[in-house]
């Protein structure tokens, strides 16, 4: 059995704990593995080993800081489908999806090596006579981020690529249902020439969550995972004085108006439905079909679905792999049943598709019409291949179903009329907007996160909000001694 242990001051180390977590491929089913999980005690030990490394690091300088970003981007560039192959067989997305995956990561890693440039600060001559005023920015010392099973490898390298190349020592706790992309990134992390200590996993579940929003020396963690943990991590997190950004979970809308182009908007609505098995935070689970438009496009959904190649994502045919666990793939067959006990229409059912393998934890694609706002198909993030259909009259009526929803994470329209569009991207309280474009995840040097009840917190991840959130700013008022103008004054500073 292969075991995946932590990774502190610049090796492996063994859990001492006694605690483990098994680690499958879902697509054989099979325990490939069994990861340690930290006691509080283990994360101490981290924590205070990354401590001492980040003196060391923040007082590196820029140019040595964007030197190891440069050769790690080139590393990781060099070596992109051994990482992808690690989280299709832990993660089980195909290996296309995985290889998308990763390019997103690295994209984050190409702008942090601009960070000389993206810690600058201002500065203004002469605020008052002889006073100038300048602002700096510094890392805030051992940061956390803390990862979903989703996306093993984008979403630490979201975190720990902006953490790190501000100066800061990062510590990661990913997700003990797909470790290893983790501890994949530490080699190559301690390969581009970065101190020791400076990048450190610590494998675990709740027990570990806990030690970090406990520990006075974790000035701020960055999550992303589901609404409730989300929420937690942020209101323990703030209540113990740290710096926090939580990003949730989220229940995308594609809004598909009547002039779209039909064939556009089904290609769209297959891809970024059943892409990832729908295991993706932008994933679109819910299409609004406007007025005349939803009986042609739930036809070219349908028609498209046989076409789905189902399958391990190690083998390069497939196109949609299994779900993560056999548990959540229960869960999420248990929404299609409560769907069509409250009335969906079944289009396309997952649970009886013939077409998907025996072993492993696959579910069929499944294609709900007449979904209503009261269903739990609709209420709830399934995070499953499960497509629903909601059918509205009118532009307004679309827009106000995705307002009054719970998330806001993404979402999307699909239309020939720029003055829709445009008027879209102004009503719609959602973070992330895409126009004729399902899954606007932002390029890197823009920044990610949703509104509402999928994030807390105030900054959005990666980009100049990553910057933003793992570094303070300083601002220094100087005065230098000249003889010539020096006086007593006993009066408040002003700005003459
Ligand atoms: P999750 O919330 O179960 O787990 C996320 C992390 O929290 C993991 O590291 C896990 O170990 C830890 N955790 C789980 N339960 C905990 C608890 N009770 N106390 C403390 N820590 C705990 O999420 P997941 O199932 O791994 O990932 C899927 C979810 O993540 C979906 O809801 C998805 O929408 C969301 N997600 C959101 C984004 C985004 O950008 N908004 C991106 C990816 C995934």
């Known amino acids: 059995m292969n075991h995946i242990a932590h990774w502190i001051g610049g090796a492996t180390r063994k859990g001492t704990s006694g605690r483990v977590g098994p680690v499958h491929n879902p697509a054989t089913g099979e325990q490939i593995a069994e990861v340690d999980l930290a006691s509080e005690s283990e994360v101490n030990q981290a924590v205070a080993v990354a401590r001492e490394a980040a003196e060391g690091w923040r007082a590196a300088s ?150 970090i929003l406990a520990h006075p020396d974790v000035a701020a963690v960055s999550f992303v995972g589901s609404t409730p943990i989300a929420r937690y991590i942020y209101e323990t997190g703030t209540a113990n004085g ?79 792999g299994p779900l993560i666990s056999a548990q959540h793939r229960d869960r999420v067959a248990s929404y299609i049943e409560a769907g069509v006990t409250a009335g969906a229409k079944v289009i396309e059912d997952g649970r009886k598709s013939g077409r998907i393998p025996e072993k492993g934890f696959f579910l ?17 993030e399934i995070f499953g291949p499960v497509l629903s259909v909601v059918r509205v009259e009118t532009y307004a009526e679309a827009v106000e179903l995705i307002n009054s929803n719970e998330y806001g994470n993404g979402t999307a329209i699909f239309t020939r009329d720029g003055g829709a569009a445009r008027r879209f991207q102004f009503d719609v309280n959602a973070g992330m907007v895409g126009v004729n474009v399902p ?28 910057i933003h959130f793992f570094t303070r700013s300083k601002v220094v008022t100087s005065r ?13 500073p002003q700005t003459d």
């Open 62 to 211: 820029l140019a040595k800081r964007a030197a190891v970003l440069f050769t790690f981007r080139e590393l990781l560039a060099g070596r992109k489908d051994a990482l992808a192959a690690i989280v299709t067989r832990e993660h089980g997305k195909v290996a296309a999806d995985a290889a998308g995956e990763v390019a997103r990561g690295l994209e984050n890693v190409e702008f942090a090596t601009g960070i000389p440039h993206l810690m600058k600060g201002g500065f203004s001559e002469q605020a008052a006579t002889g006073v100038d005023v300048y602002s700096i920015r510094q890392p805030l010392g051992v940061v956390a981020g803390i990862t979903p099973f989703n996306f093993p490898a984008m979403v630490p390298l979201w975190m720990c690529a902006t953490a790190i190349a501000a100066g800061n020592a990062f510590v990661l706790k990913p997700s003990e249902k797909d470790p290893s992309a983790a501890l994949w990134l530490a080699g190559l992390w301690r390969e581009a020439g970065l101190p020791d200590g400076v990048f450190t996993v610590v494998n675990g579940d709740k027990e570990a969550v806990d030690a």
């Open 480 to 492: 230098w001694p000249d003889p010539g103008t020096s006086k007593i004054d006993l009066g408040f």
């Open 364 to 380: 069929g694609a499944t294609l709900l019409d007449n979904v209503t706002p009261e269903m739990s198909v609709y209420t709830d």
């Open 242 to 320: 740290k710096r926090v950004q939580a990003l949730g979970g989220a229940k995308n809308h594609m809004v598909v108006l009547p002039d779209a182009e039909l064939d556009a908007a089904a290609d769209a609505a297959i891809s970024a439905g059943y892409g990832a098995a729908g295991e993706r935070c932008m994933a679109i689970s819910v299409v609004v079909a406007v007025g005349e438009i939803a009986d042609p496009l739930v036809a070219a959904i349908a028609e498209r679905l046989p076409g789905i190649r189902i399958g391990d994502g190690a083998d390069p045919g497939s196109e949609m």
């Open 439 to 466: 899954i606007p995840v932002p390029v890197a040097y823009y920044s990610f996160g949703g509104w509402k009840a999928s994030l807390f917190g105030d900054t959005h991840m990666y980009g100049p909000d990553g």
